[in-house]
């Protein structure tokens, strides 16, 4: 039976891409880095939980692919460009297939965005993952939820409803390529980095979509101090999800109440709007106006031009 320090040795200290701000990674007491000069320094962590954030079956590269991607999004969100996380791993069991599968899933992510792992904790207990990350961003720059204006355009990247979709369809087992398709976007969301990163002095304020689209916008709200009016007709669906919607039988309200779709939602003034189709363009990603940011509180949601009564907004813990 390998040690913790086995473990550590085999599956999480690899050559993984140097930072330049990562002084000291794993193998010491703790790691040391430094915070380049005009930059700040943006901190994300999330934990996941077996059997609250996924089932018992999952593969150990699915959830460790999942556990860095959901915090990545989070720095997309506040425009940072990754630097390095560390791991707080809590195993029933000692597993040496699962651990290989999991450092696979976890490495290659990393790799993909040229962030190392720099330390961590390795536990005995119920399943449970904790990733931390850090990135920069230009002093004063980063994208908050607090920043949106009366008058602001609200828009999405991507596709909504996504992860919802392939939420149900999970629980059925998928029969076709949308299908696959569907899961795919559930257990392998993108974290839109770049696109962050291009939306810094053209956004008022962006949070990625974690808790589902409505509760999102919900926080842009409360933090701004402003109402809102959406337009479920034009959420952007994906054609897998178009298909399969009546067939799960999920409204449009439902979709843009589920959650984990890690796009991100963001508001642009209207002055701001030509830069914006210029960013699109230059990066590719598709983005959709789907309401306006208004001084009166509350969130109105129209379903072509009729008002919705819309009590839960999304996902929460503790309810
Ligand atoms: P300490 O008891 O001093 O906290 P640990 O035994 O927990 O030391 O960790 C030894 C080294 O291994 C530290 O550098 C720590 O950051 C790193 N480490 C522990 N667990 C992990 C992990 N799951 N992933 C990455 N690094 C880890
Ligand atoms: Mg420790």
Redesign the pocket.
């Given at each position: 039976m390998p040690s913790?320090?086995d473990?550590?040795k085999q599956?999480?200290?690899r050559n993984s891409p140097e930072n330049k701000s990562v002084h000291l990674?794993?193998?010491?007491?703790?790691?040391i880095t430094s915070i380049p000069a005009g930059m700040e320094q943006v901190i994300a962590i999330d934990t996941l939980v077996e059997n609250i954030h996924f089932t018992e079956n999952t593969p150990a590269e699915e959830i460790a692919y999942k556990a860095l991607a959901v915090n990545l999004s989070d720095l997309a969100a506040m425009g940072a460009t990754p630097a390095w996380f560390?791991?707080?791993?809590t195993l029933p069991e000692v597993s040496e297939s699962w651990l290989a599968g999991f450092s696979k899933g976890l490495f290659n992510l990393a790799e993909q965005f040229r962030i190392p792992?720099?330390?961590?904790?390795?536990t005995h207990g119920p399943l449970t993952i904790s990733i931390q990350v850090a990135g920069f961003v230009p002093h004063g720059k980063a994208l908050l939820r607090s920043g949106a204006q009366a008058g602001d355009h609200i828009f999405v990247t991507g596709y909504i409803g996504d992860g919802c979709a392939g939420l149900a369809i999970q629980k059925t087992g998928p029969e076709d390529d949308d299908d696959h398709y569907l899961l795919q976007r559930l257990h392998k969301p993108v974290p839109r980095i770049a696109f962050g990163q291009l939306l810094i002095g053209i956004a008022n304020a962006c949070i990625d979509i974690s808790d589902g689209l409505l509760a999102d916008v919900s926080h842009i709200l409360e933090a701004s101090g402003k109402g809102a009016s959406v337009f479920l007709d034009k959420i952007p669906l994906s054609d897998a999800c178009r298909k399969k919607q009546n067939q799960l039988n999920l409204s449009r309200l439902q979709l843009a109440q589920g959650g984990d779709d890690y796009e991100l939602c963001f508001s642009v003034p209207g002055n701001k709007l030509s830069m914006l189709e210029c960013t699109c363009n230059e990066s590719g990603l598709n983005v959709t106006e789907i309401g306006i940011i208004e001084q009166e509180s509350g969130l109105r949601c129209y379903d072509n031009t009729k008002l919705l009564e819309v009590e839960d907004t999304g996902y929460q813990h503790f309810k």
């Open positions: 913790e320090f473990i550590i599956y999480f200290t990674g794993v193998g010491d007491d703790a790691a560390t791991l707080a791993l792992l720099i330390g961590g904790d390795t």
